[in-house]
C-alpha cells in the first residue's frame, strides 16, 4: 500500500503537467487539446526527462545545469512537435502540425520554468518568515 502512495507525487507531476499543456494549447490560438491526450504527453515527458536523468547520472560526465535546460528544451520541443502537433486542433479544426506542436511544448516549458523560478525566490521567505 505504501508503495503506491509513493507514487502519488509523480503522478501528481503528470496531472500538473498535463494541465500546463492544456492551457498551452488554449493560448496558442485557442488550439484545442483533449485531456487524454495533454495526460499521454506529460507521461512521455515525464519518462524522457526520468531516462535523461539516469543517463546523464550512469554517464559519468554529468552536464552542466545550462546544457541540461538547453537539451532537455530541444528534446521536450522536438517531442511536443512530434507528439502534439497532429493531436492539437487550431480553431477551424486542423491539427497545428510540426511547429504549432513544438510551440505548445515550448510554452508549456516557459510556464513551468517560471513557476520554478518564483518557487525558488518565494519559498526562501516564506520559510525564514520573510527577510531578515
Known amino acids: 500500500m505504501y508503495e503506491l502512495l509513493s507514487l502519488l507525487p509523480l503522478l501528481l507531476i503528470c496531472v500538473f503537467y498535463a494541465l500546463f499543456i492544456k492551457l498551452a494549447a488554449r493560448l496558442y490560438r485557442g488550439s484545442r487539446l483533449s485531456w487524454k491526450h495533454a495526460f499521454a504527453f506529460g507521461a512521455l515527458v515525464m519518462l524522457l526527462g526520468g531516462a535523461g536523468a539516469w543517463l546523464n547520472q550512469a554517464s559519468g560526465?554529468?552536464?552542466?545545469?545550462?546544457?541540461?535546460?538547453?537539451?532537455?528544451?530541444?528534446?521536450?520541443?522536438a517531442l511536443g512537435g512530434w507528439f502534439?502537433?497532429?493531436?492539437?486542433?487550431?480553431?477551424?479544426?486542423?491539427?497545428?502540425?510540426?511547429?504549432?506542436?513544438?510551440?505548445?511544448?515550448?510554452?508549456?516549458?516557459g510556464m513551468v520554468f517560471a513557476?520554478?523560478?518564483?518557487?525558488?525566490?518565494?519559498?526562501?521567505?516564506?520559510?525564514?518568515?520573510?527577510?531578515a
Not at 560526465?61 to 520541443?77: R, W
Not at 497532429?86 to 504549432?100: H, I
Open 115 to 131: 513557476l520554478g523560478v518564483l518557487a525558488a525566490i518565494l519559498l526562501p521567505l516564506l520559510g525564514n518568515g520573510g527577510p
Open 61 to 77: 560526465l554529468p552536464l552542466g545545469p545550462l546544457m541540461g535546460v538547453v537539451l532537455s528544451l530541444a528534446l521536450q520541443l
Open 84 to 109: 502534439l502537433g497532429p493531436r492539437a486542433l487550431s480553431e477551424n479544426g486542423k491539427a497545428v502540425a510540426f511547429k504549432g506542436g513544438a510551440l505548445i511544448s515550448a510554452i508549456a516549458f
